[in-house]
């Protein structure tokens, strides 16, 4: 039984520019697995959190649900300079690159989104959307969007 795809909605269209221009401060950070570590580890600043929303076009309530943090309390953090805990960092530069991937492929972050909201095939008909709360799902993502571009959708 497939699940019914969400619509998307979003606030804010960002254009493409914005788009690279919201990605580009953090892709040093996750160009490998060394370097997702380490930032992790280090923290990032809580701004990302909010680029990532920016960026991503999902509602307070999806980010919420997803990464399992309260929009008003990274908007604190911000306030207050603080960094991320390693585990929200490292999810964080995961979506990022899931992102910057699925900008590549699908064009724009909505037409992603739009993708991320359909269910898929090569995840067992599951919503991608529905595994972007573990690190394991953002994998299974990405597999998933290596797929589509190589063409291999069997």
């Not at 953090?26 to 060394?34: G, K, V």
């Not at 380490?38 to 919420?64: I, Y």
């Not at 309390?73 to 964080?92: F, G, P, Q, R």
């Not at 959307?129 to 959708?153: K, Q, W």
Request: aromatic share 10%.
């Amino acid at each position: 039984m497939a699940s019914t795809p969400k619509p998307y909605k979003t606030k804010a269209k960002v254009s493409v520019v914005a788009e690279a221009a919201l990605i580009a401060p953090y892709q040093s950070l996750y160009t490998n697995s060394i370097s997702v570590l380490t930032s992790a580890k280090n923290g990032l600043s809580a701004k990302a959190a909010l680029d990532f929303l920016t960026l991503s076009g999902f509602t307070r309530e999806e980010f919420q649900d997803t990464f399992k943090t309260n929009v008003k309390t990274i908007e604190n953090y911000v306030s207050n300079a603080s960094k991320l805990d390693a585990s929200l960092s490292e999810k964080l530069l995961k979506s990022f690159s899931l992102f910057e991937k699925g900008i590549e492929i699908f064009g724009t972050a909505k037409a992603f989104h739009l993708w991320l909201d359909t269910p898929s095939y090569g995840l067992g008909n599951q919503i991608p959307f529905n595994l972007m709360d573990t690190i394991t799902g953002i994998s299974l993502i990405e597999e998933e969007l290596i797929r589509i571009e190589y063409g291999d959708l069997a």
